[in-house]
């Protein structure tokens, strides 16, 4: 029903214009594993990944926001007891969340 109503939005047209550096990228594979259904791909974007891992585990692990993140996730009451900011760490939360889940799209 919501592809239905996008269809409708967009005027009855589906998009196929891709450019094709982003066909390539979206085919790119690092490391190619022989399967016996086919083949098994490593893509680039896994590099991403990883980054993104080890800034979040710095962020929590090692500054003053990770700590209020975790006292936060524990009780917002003992969080704003022992001096943090409640209402900037969860802004921060959902922005930083938000630019996560806009990564991928």
């Keep these: 029903m919501f592809h239905g109503f996008l269809l409708f939005a967009i005027g009855n047209q589906i998009i196929r214009d891709v450019p094709p550096a982003l066909t390539e990228f979206a085919r790119a594979a690092i490391v190619q594993i022989p399967q016996e259904r086919g083949i098994a791909n490593l893509h680039p974007a896994v590099f991403l990944l990883i980054a993104i891992v080890i800034m979040v585990g710095f962020l ?12 936060l996730g524990g009780a917002p009451e003992a969080a704003e007891r022992a001096g943090f900011n409640v209402t900037r760490i969860q802004y921060f939360i959902y ?7 806009a990564l991928p799209g």
Excluded: E, K
């Design 60 to 71: 929590l692990n090692y500054t003053m926001l990770g700590r209020g993140i975790y006292a």
């Design 95 to 101: 922005g930083f969340v938000g630019l996560l889940s």
